[in-house]
């Protein structure tokens, strides 16, 4: 993939994850992080599941649910406590 089209695609799943043109495991993955990040209190194993069937063992999906958290955590951290991104 040339860098243009990497570009593309993270204008794409920044805009519009959910369509981006990706593969089932990236898909269900998305779908799981999305469904956490803005409505974890509807998680249940059926989530779980789908991710297992596009191929993920438990250590892989303990591992997605990990860091799609601990971005939220830190996140709120960084949001309550009115911190802002340094230019780079």
């Given amino acids: 993939m040339s860098v ?3 570009n593309g695609l993270v204008e ?4 519009d994850p959910i369509s981006a043109p990706v593969d089932e ?14 409505t974890s209190e509807r998680m249940e194993r059926a989530d779980v599941d789908v991710l297992r069937r596009a191929g993920f063992d438990d250590r892989s999906v303990h591992d997605v649910c990990a860091v799609a958290a601990y971005f ?17």
């Avoid at 794409?12 to 805009?15: K, M, N, Q």
């Avoid at 495991?25 to 803005?38: E, G, N, P, S």
């Fill in 4 to 6: 243009e089209q990497q």
């Fill in 12 to 15: 794409h799943l920044t805009r």
């Fill in 25 to 38: 495991a990236d898909r269900a993955i998305i779908a799981y992080v999305l469904k956490l990040t803005r």
């Fill in 72 to 88: 939220a955590f830190v996140n709120r951290i960084a949001d309550g406590l009115g911190v802002e991104m340094e230019e780079s």
